[in-house]
C-alpha cells in the first residue's frame, strides 16, 4: 500500500512506554515546586523535548525561574526519570513489537529510531533493542525538537534514504507534523496521532505494519 525502504520509528509510546515514568519524575519536581501537575498535562509532554516538557509545567507556577534554575530542574527531573529507567528489562518490550520488528527486517526494510529523547540509547539497551536498529537518531543529534522534522531527517540521512522513501510510526500529533514536514510517510499509532488529520494512515495495531508495508 505505502512504498517505503526504511521504517522510522518514534520510541516512547511506540516500541515502549515510558510516559509512566516521566509523570512520576515530573510530578515529583511539580509537588516540591508547589505546582499543580496532571496526566492531562501529561499528555501535553509526548514527543515533547525535555527543557519544553519543562516550560509546559511552569506555566502553571506563579513565581518566574532563571535559565540556570530551569536547567538545574531539568537535570533533577531527568535523575529521577532514569532511575525508573533502570528498572527496565526486556520483558519491557511486547512479543507483537518485536516479531513485527523482525517481519520488517526479513522483507528488507531499513529500521531506525527517531526519538525527542535524550536517554534513547539507555532506554534500548535495557529492553534489549540496544545493538537492533539500523540508524539512530535522538535528541542528542537534533537542535529542534519534534513538530520540527529534523529528528526524522537526521534518521533518514544515517541510513542513506531519501525521506519520500521513510515511513514514520508516531503516537504523537507533534511526530506527525515532524514526519510531514520532513516529506515522510506519516503512519499514526494511538495516542493524540491518531486521527489527527494530517497522517497517511492510522495504525489499527503495531502488527498492522505488516498488512500495509
Ligand atoms: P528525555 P519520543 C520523548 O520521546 C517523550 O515522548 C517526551 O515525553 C520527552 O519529554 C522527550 O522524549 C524527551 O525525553 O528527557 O529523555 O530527553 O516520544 O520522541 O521517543
Ligand atoms: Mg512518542
Not at 520483558?91 to 522483507?107: G, H, P, W
Request: aromatic share 8%.
Amino acid at each position: 500500500m505505502f512504498t517505503a525502504k526504511a521504517v522510522i520509528f518514534d520510541l516512547d509510546g511506540v516500541i515502549c512506554f515510558t510516559d509512566k515514568y516521566h509523570y512520576l519524575a515530573w510530578k515529583k519536581l511539580a509537588d516540591r515546586l508547589g505546582i499543580y501537575f496532571d496526566e492531562q498535562i501529561n499528555n501535553r509532554l509526548r514527543g515533547v523535548s525535555r527543557m519544553a516538557s519543562l516550560e509546559i509545567i511552569l506555566e502553571r507556577s506563579e513565581k518566574e525561574y532563571t535559565q540556570e534554575e530551569k536547567e538545574a530542574f531539568a537535570e533533577e527531573k531527568n535523575n529521577d526519570y532514569r532511575e525508573y529507567l533502570m528498572t527496565m528489562s526486556p520483558a519491557d518490550l511486547s512479543e507483537e513489537v518485536k516479531t513485527t520488528l523482525d517481519a520488517l527486517r526479513a522483507k528488507g526494510y531499513l529500521l531506525a529510531i527517531g526519538s525527542s529523547s535524550k536517554n534513547t540509547k539507555l532506554i534500548l539497551s535495557k529492553i534489549g533493542l540496544g545493538e537492533y536498529f539500523d540508524a539512530i537518531a535522538d535528541g542528542n543529534d537534533i537542535t529542534h525538537s519534534k513538530p520540527d522534522p529534523e529528528v526524522f531527517l537526521c534518521a533518514a540521512a544515517k541510513l542513506g534514504v531519501p525521506a519520500a522513501e521513510c515511513a514514520v510510526v508516531e503516537d504523537a500529533l507533534a511526530g506527525i507534523q515532524a514526519a510531514k514536514g520532513g516529506g515522510m510517510i506519516g503512519l499514526a499509532l494511538g495516542g493524540d496521532a491518531e486521527n489527527c488529520g494530517l497522517e497517511d494512515y492510522d495504525l489499527k495495531g503495531f502488527g498492522d505494519l505488516l498488512n500495509i508495508l
